[in-house]
């Protein structure tokens, strides 16, 4: 079979797209999926979708056309991973907000999956989320959103991200998820504030206790305590979570189309 050099040219506008959201995607985006294995799957993934994948036409002609096209792509399949990524972003931001009232923000470390600092409860969190998002077939749902993105935008077509409507979206999932943190962390929250206005009791009634260095060793016991009271909840929370990520996956392509 000879290959022609449009369809070579489709092949690297649908790699793009893909390499996109392995950029921010949840699972796909993780450090500790091994490059070279990425990088085949990706592939892999272009090669299924090379001959049944929407084109638009027609395709660029000059070098700097095509490779604007190409920076298109990776922008629209990276914003579709980072639509799916805000979720454990919120959950992430849970256990950072649990952490500081537990007092083990203190115990901070670089995360060479992640290469950022993250506390300990905001890593537990993470993976609690991770597992559940897997169990879930999250994964699948973002593989589905790149198969349909095609149908919605043809490869090869920019994206209309000066859109206000985009803009408007971002910002209102931007609220939502930092909304959901909130509710997630308030069990632990409060659990830790009812323990801190005994303390305050307990110091006037006894002075002579250190309920200073009691906080340290009682909060974390609460703290992880509430996280487990929470994860019934968490597993439905997170599943609907999923639904309203996949319909706002689908609305922001239906804006930039």
């Known amino acids: 079979m000879i290959v022609s050099a449009a369809q070579i040219e489709v092949f690297a506008l649908i790699l793009a797209r893909i390499a996109g959201i392995f950029i921010q995607a949840p699972v796909f985006s993780s450090r ?3 490059a ?3 990088t085949a799957f990706a592939v892999w993934l ?9 084109v638009a036409q027609p395709l660029p002609t000059s070098l700097l056309s095509f490779a604007l096209t190409i920076v298109g792509e990776v922008a629209f399949g990276f914003t579709v991973g980072f639509i799916v990524n805000l979720l454990f972003i919120a959950i992430q931001g849970a256990g950072e907000i649990i952490d500081m009232q537990m007092g083990l923000s203190v115990a901070s470390a670089l995360d060479p999956i992640f290469g950022a600092v993250i506390s300990v409860i905001g890593r537990l969190t993470f993976f609690i989320a ?4 897997i169990e879930l077939d999250g994964h699948h749902m973002v593989l589905s959103a790149l198969h349909q993105s095609f149908a919605l935008l043809p490869a090869g077509k ?3 991200f000066s859109s206000y409507g985009l803009v408007q979206q971002l910002m209102n999932l931007g609220a939502a998820f930092w909304l959901t943190a909130i509710k997630l962390a308030v069990p632990a929250i409060l659990m830790i504030f009812l323990i801190d ?3 305050g009791i307990v110091s006037r009634v006894a002075p002579q206790v250190n309920v200073f260095m009691l906080g340290f060793q009682v909060k974390p016991i609460l703290g992880l305590f509430a996280i487990s009271l929470t994860l019934p909840y968490l597993v439905r929370y997170i599943g609907n979570l999923l639904e309203t990520i996949g319909q706002e996956v689908i609305r922001f392509m239906m804006i930039v189309k």
């Open 130 to 133: 991770l597992i559940i998002f």
């Open 46 to 54: 272009t090669l299924l979708l090379w001959f049944v994948t929407p």
């Open 36 to 38: 070279p294995a990425k």
């Open 158 to 160: 920019l994206a209309n």
């Open 32 to 34: 500790s999926f091994a």
């Open 197 to 199: 206005f005994t303390f």
